[in-house]
């Protein structure tokens, strides 16, 4: 199987360590598992397109109202709908990852010799990489087209962006594990991306919310990644650690999640 081992090569010395030999075997499988994701992301790009296409058209209508309403309502606007549309990228994963489920190819993945955190990451790569161009574009397109401040240092942006796709694919990876039907995903994906977005204050700056949303936002994952959003666009470096901690521990604990339900093989509808 494609999956099993890295070819031959000849410029690895006959005698390399075993251990760099199974990180190169297993960079080898990784490898194929992405090519073979992206590949199948590429004939079908209309989602992603969607989700930058709609935050573009809604920063361009709703940038008066909250440049009216709010003290920096460019960047509110801008930073609050590239959290919220990449919200949506959840049900991208968890299909991509059901989907296998759904073919009846999991159980040839499960007898290769990729582990659980090897598909994982194959599987995920891809969108990874997605998420990161898309919340880069529609950054860029806030600072030409909406007033959004350039930010001082891209890099705290670049870090923020890869840090919150990152806990975005752990959870849409997470919700694969668990559903038991597309429907499903889709229902919780929708659902969960509008209120965890909203209640984090996307759609709505935090301080004209209800008491009782202001109180309840920090449980939204929502929230942080707007907090380290923020920062980040600012270059408040000290603003982004707390929010981007969060997030990692999110993501780390999803993931692990994610990967111990792969590696048993088995979700709420059964064998996988």
């Not at 005698?15 to 190169?24: D, N, V």
């Not at 202001?214 to 666009?233: D, E, K, N």
């Amino acid at each position: 199987m494609l999956l099993d081992s890295a070819p031959r090569d000849s410029t690895r010395p006959a005698g390399a360590p075993a251990r760099t030999s199974r990180l190169l075997d297993a960079a080898y499988r990784i490898g194929a598992l992405a090519r073979h994701n992206a590949t199948l992301r590429l004939r079908d790009p209309g989602q992603m397109i969607s989700y930058i296409v709609m935050p573009m058209v809604l920063m361009l209508v709703l940038k008066p109202l909250y440049v009216r309403a709010v003290d920096g309502g460019a960047a509110q606007v801008a930073t609050g709908l590239m959290v919220m549309f990449s919200v949506f990228a959840i049900s991208l994963v968890g299909n991509s990852i059901l989907s296998e489920r759904t073919w009846r190819t999991w159980d040839r993945l499960k007898v290769s010799r990729a582990g659980a955190a090897e598909l994982l990451v194959g599987k995920t790569l891809p969108l990874f990489v997605v998420m990161v161009v898309q919340q880069t574009v529609l950054l860029v397109y806030g600072c030409l087209a909406i007033g959004l401040p350039v930010p001082p240092n891209p890099v705290y942006v670049l870090l923020a962006i890869m840090i919150w796709a990152f806990a975005l694919l752990a959870i849409g990876a997470l919700l694969a594990t668990v559903v038991r039907s597309h429907g499903e995903l889709s229902v919780i994906s929708d659902v969960g991306a509008l209120t965890l977005s909203s209640l984090g204050g996307a759609l709505v700056p935090l301080s004209i919310m209800p008491e009782w949303a202001q109180l309840t936002a920090h449980v939204s994952p929502g929230y942080w990644a707007l907090s380290m959003m923020q920062a980040a666009v600012r270059g408040d470096a000290a603003g982004a650690v707390p929010p981007a901690a969060v997030l990692l521990a999110i993501g780390l604990v999803a993931g692990a999640f994610a990967a111990r339900r792969l590696a048993r093989g088995w979700g709420r509808g059964g064998p996988m």
